[in-house]
């Protein structure tokens, strides 16, 4: 049995602000159990939802050493679809409303919580033969592996993987208090190793010290040894691409299914879609407020609203979107610009825009199931979980070819009725609109073609099925089978 453990800050169903969550928490599920037994760690936030705060049982609790003083450590256990959670909890670091908060505060957080994963394992009597790091939140996990495998029998031996989410969010601080705070000796803060541009960087230290990197997509894993995309670590990626490899994301097809999810109005499925999905849109129109019509052509977008996903794109055109007849439902939460640019325009075309501020995870699949495209211009994108949603709900993508989505949106190609959705290059609002406009003339003209390709979407296959076997494989070479 070859055991593998998970160390991220987020995971369904506990606790999730992005697309992260959604793979720490099902991908351990696919494995196949036969051969591989896959265990996650994560912190024990007290914004988790107390129906599963009041399930964790008590496992062992320690003082660590932690930036001069001696630290409580507590370690809670779940067992939760056949998959084993550990809850690292500290109240002082995991308090708070939401998982992450000022950047300052951040660094020390996750510092305190990538040392703590490695000190729980001796007590807990557990040895899994490779850690497997999510972004820069675990990036200090192989840079403290490092350290602790000198005079520590335990340790040695023991094989890391850093995947990164998303290369821009790499946790930097200045390198004299991560120095001070962390307990790690000089040797590790020099421009080889943990530091870059003069700070302290976790992602940089988990890329340097991982036995291997991967991130989620092909196209990805090519974009990031470019300046544009490789947010000032395109030299470190060119220098670890012979261990850098793309794997793209799967989706939980249990959880997100249009034949059972309770969480929308009609089930439908490939063969009664054509009559079926429809009502989601007639019930969706009526919740929210917007014209109630079969026929117009809905646009869904549900996302945090960053610059990563292209919202100055989207406020750049919106009024001359908005004389077209479509209508446009928007869930997402983030900078207050957007927040701001899609209340004003719910406010002046109130029969067209909705505007939902807030998050809810039963509203997103209503909004995946509901529309018949899903808009999702981004700049970048590291693999992109949304798309697949809408995929597997027969709502057609319009998407920037980028990352993950280049790599998992086929475009339409009218002449040879091939394609998933619809896509545009370059970074442009004018282009952006077109491919709108285009998509919503074969919605409108060539209803067939469109459903056609509905059916395609829906008949693709990104289940987690092909990627978890790419990891069993990444595995398997790693510990020489
Ligand atoms: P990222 O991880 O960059 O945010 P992904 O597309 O990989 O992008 O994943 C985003 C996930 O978060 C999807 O599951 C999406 O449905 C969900 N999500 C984003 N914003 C909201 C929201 N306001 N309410 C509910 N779910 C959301
Ligand atoms: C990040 C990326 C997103 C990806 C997700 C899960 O948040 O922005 O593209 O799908 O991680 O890997």
Not at 159 to 178: A, C, E, P, S
Not at 305 to 334: R, S
Request: charged share 25%; proline share 4%.
């Amino acid at each position: 049995m070859k055991k593998i453990l998970f160390a991220t800050s987020e995971a369904v169903p506990f606790i999730k602000t992005g697309g992260l969550a959604d793979v720490a928490g099902s991908l351990p599920k696919y494995f196949d159990k036969e051969n591989y037994e896959v265990r996650v760690m994560l912190p024990k936030y007290m914004c988790i939802k107390e129906e599963w705060r009041s399930k964790l049982e008590y496992v062992t609790h320690f003082y660590m050493d932690w930036n001069w003083r001696s630290e409580y450590v507590g370690v809670l256990r779940l067992e939760h679809e056949g998959v084993t959670f550990y809850f690292i909890d500290n109240e002082g670091y995991f308090n708070g409303f939401a998982p992450y908060g000022e950047i300052f505060g951040d660094v020390e957080k996750f510092a305190f919580f990538s040392k703590a994963v490695l000190s729980t394992l001796p007590l807990i009597d557990y040895r899994p033969d490779i850690i497997h790091c999510h972004d820069w939140q675990t990036g200090l996990v192989p840079v403290y592996l490092d350290n602790f495998r000198y005079g520590n029998e335990f340790f040695r031996g023991i094989k890391t993987v850093m995947t990164i989410h998303n290369l821009k969010f790499q946790g930097t601080w200045d390198t004299k208090r991560i120095k001070d705070m962390t307990g790690l000796p000089e040797y590790y803060f020099v421009p080889d190793k943990l530091e870059a541009y003069k700070d302290a960087n976790y992602l940089k230290g988990g890329i340097v010290y991982a036995d291997r990197v991967t991130t989620v997509s092909n196209t990805y894993a090519e974009e990031i040894k470019t300046p544009f995309y490789g947010e000032k670590l395109d030299g470190l990626m060119n220098a670890r691409s012979n261990c850098l490899s793309g794997i793209v994301n799967g989706l939980d097809y249990t959880d997100w299914d249009p034949e059972t999810d309770p969480r929308i109005e009609k089930n439908f499925s490939i063969k009664n879609f054509r009559k079926e999905k429809v009502k989601n849109k007639v019930a969706l129109q009526r919740e929210l407020g917007l014209a109630e019509d079969p026929k117009r052509m809905m646009i869904g977008i549900v996302s945090r609203l960053t610059d990563q996903k292209g919202f100055d794109l989207i406020a750049y055109i919106m009024d001359e979107l908005c004389q077209d007849e479509v209508q446009i439902v928007a869930l997402g939460t983030g900078a207050e610009q957007y927040e701001n640019m899609f209340r004003h325009f719910a406010w002046k075309y109130p029969d067209k825009v909705s505007a939902n501020i807030y998050y809810s995870d039963p509203m997103s699949h209503k909004i995946y199931a509901s529309c018949d495209a899903f808009l999702m211009p981004s700049l970048f994108e590291p693999c992109g979980l949304s798309q697949l949603m809408s995929l597997r709900y027969g709502t057609l993508p319009i998407v920037r070819e980028t990352g993950g989505l280049k790599d998992t949106v086929e475009p339409y190609n009218e002449y040879e009725k091939t394609g998933t959705g619809f896509s545009f290059t370059n970074y442009n609002a004018h282009e952006m609109l077109n491919t709108i406009r285009y998509a919503e003339q074969i919605y409108y003209d060539k209803k067939r073609d469109w459903n056609k390709m509905v059916e395609r979407a829906m008949e693709k296959d990104f289940s987690w099925n092909n990627s978890a076997r790419q990891y069993e494989e990444l595995y398997d070479s790693l510990l020489g089978y």
